[in-house]
């Protein structure tokens, strides 16, 4: 059950830090999620290498619960390393890997179709909700150039959210979510790169598969694995 909303966080939290978290510790906090809305909106590649540890209370030095995470982002490709899991996104397929049982499955992307919906249903970012639910960021202090910021939220399971960024460059370096039961969960950022030169296979399907006389088969790299196709409907 603990994976599960660790999971869940890290999903949301790439959404957050992809958008420009680093603004919402403005004094006009209603500015900061609007420039936080335009920034993610313009972003159209990035590398990002984080670790993910989630504790028991506010005081153990022990996690129950670390991972790595590694993500990729170029216009509509994306290459995600997770744990055991690995998904990547080009303008042919959908792939997903699962290390522990040796799957792959794969699906046909229709990209366009993809543009066209999120065209005619947007994604709307309400600035009122998300204002109800924050109050007023604080600052704490700086240490080794990393300056410290609080956030205190006025409703939700989470309590309060610290962040770390690092004065000189102006990037997020940590953040930490504090939940109402106790736990926490430790986010840090060994890149962030907004302007990553990605190798030409960085998204090519033959990475985990190949096709041989229109029949889809394992690369030589997971060759012992099971893949799965998927076609749509």
Same mark, same amino acid.
């Given at each position: 059950?603990?994976?599960?909303?660790?999971?869940?966080?890290?999903?949301?939290?790439?959404?957050?830090?992809?958008?420009? $978290?680093?603004?919402?510790?403005?004094?006009?906090?209603?500015?900061?999620?609007?420039?936080?809305?335009?920034?993610?909106?313009?972003?159209?590649?990035?590398?990002?290498?984080? =670790?993910?540890?989630?504790?028991?209370?506010?005081?153990?030095?022990?996690?129950?619960?670390?991972?790595?995470?590694?993500? /990729?982002?170029?216009?509509?490709?994306?290459?995600?390393?997770?744990?055991?899991?690995?998904? $990547?996104?080009?303008?042919?397929?959908?792939?997903?890997?699962?290390?522990?049982?040796?799957?792959?499955?794969? #699906?046909?992307?229709?990209?366009?179709?993809? $543009?066209?919906?999120?065209?005619?249903?947007?994604?709307?970012?309400?600035?009122?909700?998300? $204002?109800?639910?924050?109050?007023?960021?604080?600052?704490?202090? =700086?240490?080794?150039?990393?300056?410290?910021?609080?956030?205190?939220? /006025?409703?939700?399971?989470? /309590?309060?959210?610290?962040?770390?960024?690092?004065?000189?460059?102006?990037?997020?370096?940590?953040?930490?979510? =504090?939940?109402?039961?106790?736990?926490?969960?430790?986010?840090?950022?060994?890149?962030?790169?907004?302007?990553?030169?990605?190798?030409?296979?960085?998204?090519?399907?033959?990475?985990?598969?190949? =096709?041989?006389?229109?029949?889809?088969?394992?690369?030589? #790299?997971?060759?012992?694995? /099971?893949?799965?196709?998927?076609?749509?409907?």
């Amino acid at each position: 059950m603990k994976e599960k909303w660790t999971y869940k966080l890290v999903i949301c939290f790439c959404l957050l830090v992809t958008s420009g $978290l680093q603004e919402c510790i403005a004094q006009d906090f209603k500015k900061a999620l609007e420039t936080l809305k335009q920034k993610y909106e313009r972003l159209e590649k990035f590398h990002l290498v984080m =670790s993910i540890r989630a504790f028991d209370d506010s005081v153990t030095t022990r996690p129950y619960y670390e991972e790595h995470a590694d993500i /990729k982002k170029d216009g509509t490709n994306y290459c995600y390393h997770f744990g055991e899991h690995e998904m $990547l996104l080009n303008s042919k397929y959908l792939i997903v890997v699962d290390k522990t049982s040796r799957d792959i499955v794969c #699906s046909p992307r229709d990209v366009k179709a993809e $543009l066209d919906f999120f065209q005619k249903n947007p994604v709307q970012l309400n600035m009122d909700s998300i $204002l109800n639910q924050h109050s007023e960021g604080f600052y704490l202090g =700086s240490q080794d150039g990393i300056d410290h910021y609080k956030v205190m939220m /006025k409703s939700g399971p989470i /309590k309060r959210m610290d962040l770390f960024i690092a004065h000189n460059e102006n990037v997020l370096s940590a953040i930490q979510y =504090s939940y109402g039961e106790g736990q926490r969960v430790e986010i840090g950022f060994q890149k962030f790169n907004t302007q990553p030169v990605f190798a030409n296979d960085t998204f090519n399907e033959n990475i985990y598969m190949t =096709s041989t006389h229109g029949r889809l088969q394992p690369s030589d #790299s997971f060759k012992r694995y /099971k893949l799965l196709e998927v076609k749509n409907q």
